[in-house]
């Protein structure tokens, strides 16, 4: 099956510095990803949908300032965390949807990122 | 809101015992719903899913039926493996977008 990959499977940084998590579709190409964030023992929460070329979308009560979301080819998305704190430490789990429809059907998960800030 | 319920974990059993993994469902309008399963180590994939109510999706030996009329979708199977192992994920797909909305997830255990 398609596969989609992470970087860096792991991360720790120090309050207020910002950290970049890579999601790339290996084999396939993506017109929709998805980023989602999982804290211990709940559940994974949509953060928001981006589309190739432009802008992303946002769930309610996701600071778009916070997280920046940029999806500039078929195969990458990145999830930029500003000015991390440690509120924000938490599991991120990116998937892509192959296709046009974006549907859920077709999407793909990475194996996520664990972000811990000191 | 929309909501899924999957009951809580670990799930230990012994190899070729049966398995149930109850989920229940909040949704307006007629959802799609899906199991996932997670190795360790590994991405989300889709196991199964049903689109309309008394749909049955299968897969590896897994089944779940969609009961509109108790807003449940539990995952069974009948023998399981060592190589079953997991956790699964519940989750809901609203009828009006592609949004998946997941339970908190069940760890399976089995041993030989």
């Known amino acids: 099956g398609a596969v989609v990959s992470q970087h860096p499977s792991r991360v720790i940084c120090k309050s207020g510095t910002s950290v970049k998590i890579e999601c790339r579709s290996l084999?396939?190409?993506?017109?929709?990803m998805f980023w989602y964030r999982q804290f211990p023992k709940q559940s994974l929460m949509l953060m928001a949908t981006?589309?190739?070329?432009?802008?992303?979308?946002?769930e309610q009560g996701v600071e778009k300032d916070k997280f920046l979301i940029n999806h500039a080819s078929l195969t990458l998305s990145t999830l930029t965390v500003t000015s991390a704190h440690p509120e924000d430490s938490s599991f991120y789990i990116c998937?892509?949807?192959?296709?046009?429809?974006?549907?859920?059907?077709?999407?793909?998960f990475g194996p996520g990122t664990r972000l811990t800030v000191l | 809101g929309n909501s899924v319920t999957q009951m809580e974990g670990p799930v230990t059993l012994s190899e070729e015992a049966f398995l149930t993994i109850n989920c229940t469902y909040t949704?307006?309008?007629?959802?799609?719903l899906f199991w996932y399963v997670q190795y360790p180590g590994e991405g989300l994939q889709l196991l199964l899913k049903?689109?309309?109510?008394?749909d049955k999706g299968s897969n590896k030996g897994f089944e779940a039926t969609y009961r509109k009329e108790t807003t449940s979708f539990h995952l069974e199977k009948g023998s399981v493996q060592v190589s079953d192992s997991a956790v699964y994920f519940c989750?809901?797909?609203?009828?009006?977008?592609?949004?998946?909305?997941f339970g908190k997830g069940t760890t399976l255990s089995v041993s030989s």
């Open positions: 049903a689109t309309k109510a008394d």
């Open positions: 084999d396939f190409q993506a017109t929709t």
């Open positions: 981006s589309n190739e070329g432009s802008k992303a979308t946002y």
């Open positions: 998937s892509a949807a192959a296709g046009t429809s974006g549907s859920a059907d077709t999407q793909y």
């Open positions: 949704a307006t309008g007629y959802p799609s």
């Open positions: 989750a809901l797909r609203n009828q009006a977008g592609t949004a998946l909305i």
